[in-house]
């Protein structure tokens, strides 16, 4: 009798492939287009270059994505988790680059990621042998801390950044919720395939009601090259300084924890069993590569996507395949540059509202991992509230840290960081620190042998 395919390695028909892949794209689109236009627009890049990065790293997604999708598996040295992700430019890492070439200069902080993507390996042979210390409890606080500094950030997409005159505008608010809107609506009505879609669905609904309301703009689309390439080392040739480097190589640190978390919860969600010492450095791996060469084209740290982990969990879609025709899809994106600049006129607050929908699906997907945890017993309940306020403060108070030394600052303002690391110590104090057993008192008859 034939073995049953597992969904995750199951291939669809191109009717399901190309839209469930389109799907991930649209979600997974702000991110990189996000990430260049911060840089750019920090660092005063001019706009010949900036095109060629949006270009750059919609590519280097795009080959990052089909490389964790369909990587090498034989071997110890497996590259990719053969699971369906998606890959982005980290956010954190984006604001690190940008205090790097701000202290020192573009070429510095490009150095700085190859220097990082290359110590991903000696780091993770230290990391791999620490994954006992990840259980269900640091692995739900980490996915909940992602999910909420997620929607931190792509809640300022939809209202717009304080003190600048669109901040809170009631427009792009309303039009975000008419996004969620039409995505409960399309999953409570629909059926099959269509509901499964209903993301993807209410992402097109909220950009046809913005181009309506005279709220999305298609000027520039038909304007500009019709091929887009990026450059190697768009800055000029990279310069090579180890402590300029020191913070984003603590940070990939963090990356390679908040890539565990990932690597678990898609497995959940697929219903794959994994061997967490041959699959996690195998996930992190592929998060190296795609940063090596990304270096090359001018990029940041490219790491593995929380977006579509709420996606596949939202849509029931668990092929790998559909997330390796979505890798396709960037990479004709980042060379058809008429498509990247009809995906760059969605409004932002549409895709702010669709992508909060996914990500409160990542929290609520945290939150199910610690149901399965004992909170009530004392050194759970401590570790999860102590790594909680470790992550929380800094996404709920920005700046808390801003007095601190730079490397301080770096780690503890960014909430993923401080959470994932107050919550592994705890997690090893109260677990894994052996207690001294108390000494019996002795009275001083026994003490004498009476």
């Not at 073995?3 to 689109?29: C, N, R, S, W, Y």
């Not at 110590?119 to 993770?124: E, G, K, S, V």
């Not at 090579?240 to 984003?248: E, Y």
């Not at 995906?343 to 699906?361: H, Q």
Request: proline share 7%.
């Amino acid at each position: 009798m034939a073995q049953a395919t597992h969904p995750v390695d199951e291939i669809l028909p191109l009717g399901k492939l190309v839209p469930f892949g389109l799907q991930h794209v649209l979600v997974m689109a702000a991110s990189p287009i996000t990430s260049v236009f911060l840089v750019t627009r920090a660092l005063h890049v001019p706009d010949a270059i900036a095109a060629g990065l949006v270009s750059a790293t919609f590519l280097i997604c795009g080959l990052g994505t089909l490389l964790q999708s369909f990587g090498p598996s034989a071997g110890p040295w497996r590259i990719g988790a053969r699971l369906p992700f998606v890959m982005i430019p980290g956010g954190a890492p984006v604001a690190i680059f940008i205090a790097i070439a701000r202290e020192t200069n573009l070429q510095t902080a490009v150095g700085a990621v190859i220097i990082t993507a290359i110590m991903y390996i000696p780091i993770l042979a230290v990391f791999s042998r620490c994954l006992r210390y990840f259980p269900r409890l640091v692995i739900g606080t980490i996915l909940l801390l992602v999910a909420i500094n997620l929607i931190r950030i792509y809640g300022g997409i939809i209202t717009g950044r304080p003190g600048t005159p669109g901040f809170g505008d009631p427009a792009n608010i309303l039009l975000a919720l008419a996004t969620v809107g039409f995505t409960v609506l399309f999953a409570r009505l629909l059926h099959g395939t269509f509901r499964q879609l209903s993301v993807l669905l209410g992402l097109v609904a909220g950009t046809l009601l913005a181009a309506a309301l005279g709220r999305m703009s298609l000027a520039g689309v038909d304007a500009g090259p019709i091929v887009s390439l990026p450059a190697i080392f768009p800055f000029g040739l990279p310069r090579f300084d180890l402590v300029a480097s020191i913070p984003l190589v603590i940070f990939s640190a963090i990356s390679m924890s908040e890539a565990t978390g990932q690597t678990v919860a898609i497995a959940e969600v697929v219903g794959r069993e994994i061997d967490l010492p041959r699959d996690v450095p195998a996930t992190i791996r592929g998060d190296a590569i795609a940063s090596f060469f990304g270096a090359l084209l001018g990029t940041s740290l490219i790491i593995t996507s929380g977006e579509n982990i709420g996606i596949v969990r939202a849509t029931g879609i668990k092929s790998r395949y559909v997330t390796a025709v979505a890798g396709i899809m960037l990479v004709v994106l980042a060379l058809a540059a008429p498509v990247g600049r009809l995906v760059n006129a969605i409004p932002g607050p549409v895709i702010g509202g669709t992508a909060l929908v996914v990500f409160c699906v990542i929290a609520v997907m945290g939150i199910d991992m610690l149901r399965s945890v004992d909170v009530g017993a004392h050194d759970n309940l401590f570790t999860l509230a102590v790594g909680l306020m470790f992550g929380l403060l800094p996404i709920l108070v920005p700046g808390m840290y801003a007095r601190f030394p730079r490397a301080v600052e770096i780690v503890l303002g960014n909430g993923l960081a401080a959470g994932t690391i107050a919550t592994v110590l705890l997690n090893i104090l109260f677990h894994h620190v052996r207690r001294r057993a108390p000494v019996a008192a002795v009275s001083p008859g026994a003490a004498a042998g009476e």
